[in-house]
């Protein structure tokens, strides 16, 4: 009974999960925080995977191991493998001004979609690498090599220094990563499969060294404990393969933010920077969607109503579909998708007959998942064929989300059990890379629960009425 384990260095924390790398069967795991903030020291995620190991009882009989990570960091090394400065996470927004001039230097959103499948903004790795060259010379002088977190972990897994540390036992050139974190950086094109030096060159003044980008299940050599590693992947795509998505399949993720990505045969490529061309952990493609509002829509609209979201779901359930034409467009925190950042959250129909509990409920939960089947088209509208929903995240637990989905989203809704998907996801491409195969091994989920499709008439087309007029409102001024 091999055993392989997968990492998840998220920005709140790592996750490790040790499995059977034949059935899957979670064996032991264990979990560490990372600290806040939108900056952090690449040593303390060195930190917290050595306590989540030790917590999973550690790696010394485990075959492979991979690592599943956040997006976009940018981690800058020197010559002899240490840190330069502190890296810069996805969700540091102080690069969305180099974001704006790359965008403009290279010719517009539609230069840079037909480059690289994704228009700048501050959360990709080549904005950061432009606010760097800008703000501090001396570290970006300094800079031999750029990485991202999950390809920084793995280095370290083989051996790589961290913590200013000397003695690591691997060069930079050990530096590798994949396709899927790669496509998230703005300086590699998932559809040719190549880094852009010219827009590395253009944001940074110069080419540091980058990681090569390993094949799917691909070895990246072993680890200090003598394990397998395998390529590693940025979260999202660590996620689809955590629940085994398939061509068709949306994983719907919805959180503090609502995620849309879908694995495609196709690659993305959408100038108006709504949908993000990413690339997958198997060889595909991941275009994916970022929405602002999701599952604090509920704990708003609970705090509003003075109940629990249990008593929350059950007054949506009891309105009925359409909510009797009470509108709610949730943008409590502006929008991504759409861009509309400065926008606030409107409720529209209000009668004597729909200002009920109830009705306001049910409109909560058939907002919310409008603005994620706005997501749902953008990435529809980029080639992808949509067969079918994965629905994750906090905001699954909601019953009135999971029954409601279907009708509003059009298609069926499956919700796996609550699972470290990103973690199991890295676990499962462990597995791949120990077993040498052609695919990733197949691991039962049972609990999944089906939600056959069932489209509510006049419920979206009712809230592209709001959503339009409260957009011809911020227009107006």
């Known amino acids: 009974m091999p055993l392989v384990a997968g990492v998840d260095t998220s920005t709140q924390a790592c996750k490790v999960v040790v499995r059977d790398a034949d059935s899957g069967t979670l064996v032991r795991e264990g979990r560490a925080p990372h600290p806040e903030g939108t900056e952090v020291a690449p040593a303390a995620w060195a930190a917290a995977l050595e306590q989540a190991v030790a917590q999973a009882g550690g790696l010394d009989d485990v075959a492979a191991v991979a690592v599943g990570g956040q997006q976009h960091g940018m981690v800058c090394l020197d010559e002899d493998g240490s840190v330069v400065r502190d890296a810069l996470l996805w969700n540091d927004t102080r690069s969305a001004g180099a974001a704006a001039d790359l965008t403009r230097e290279l010719g517009g959103p539609q230069a840079w979609a037909d480059a690289v499948g994704l228009v700048p903004v501050a959360s990709f790795t080549v904005t950061k690498l432009r606010w760097l060259a800008e703000h501090e010379p001396a570290n970006a002088e300094r800079t031999a090599a750029v990485c991202l977190p999950h390809d920084w972990l793995t280095w370290v897994l083989a051996g790589g220094q961290w913590g200013g540390s000397a003695g690591g036992r691997q060069s930079l050139d050990a530096l590798v990563t994949d396709r899927g974190d790669a496509s998230g950086t703005g300086y590699w094109s998932a559809a040719t499969g190549e880094y852009r030096p010219d827009l590395l060159e253009r944001a940074f003044g110069r080419t540091p060294a980058l990681p090569r980008v390993l094949g799917p299940a691909e070895s990246a050599g072993t680890s200090t404990t003598g394990a397998q ?21 949306v994983v719907l993720s919805v959180g503090t933010s609502g995620v849309v990505s879908i694995v495609s045969e196709v690659p993305a490529a959408d100038a108006t920077g709504a949908v993000a061309g990413f690339a997958d952990a198997t060889g595909r493609y991941l275009p994916l969607v970022a929405t602002l509002n999701a599952a604090r829509v509920l704990d708003a609209t609970a705090r509003l109503l003075g109940v629990g979201h249990d008593e929350l779901s059950r ?24 861009d509309r950042p400065t926008s606030t959250g409107a409720l529209h129909g209000l009668t004597l007959g729909t200002s009920t509990p109830a009705h306001l409920a049910r409109a909560a939960v058939e907002g919310l998942l409008c603005g994620l089947a706005d997501g749902l088209d953008a990435v529809r509208a980029t080639g992808a064929e949509v067969r079918r929903v994965l629905l994750v995240g906090g905001g699954a637990r909601s019953e009135a989300v999971r029954a409601i989905a279907p009708a509003v989203l059009g298609v069926p809704v499956l919700v796996p059990p609550p699972g470290e998907y990103v973690a199991d996801g890295a676990a499962r491409q462990a597995a791949w890379v120990l077993s040498g195969a052609d695919a990733p091994p197949e691991w039962a989920r049972p609990g999944t629960e089906v939600h056959e499709a069932d489209a509510t008439p006049g419920v979206r087309e009712r809230y592209a009425e709001v959503r339009e007029m409260t957009a011809e409102r911020l227009r107006a001024g």
């Open 229 to 249: 590693l395998g390529p590693g992947t940025g979260d999202n795509a660590a996620a689809a393969l955590g629940l085994a998505a398939e061509p068709g399949d």
């Open 315 to 338: 007054l949506a359930l009891s309105a009925p579909a359409g909510a009797g034409g009470l509108t709610l467009v949730p943008y409590l925190e502006g929008e991504r998708t759409p």
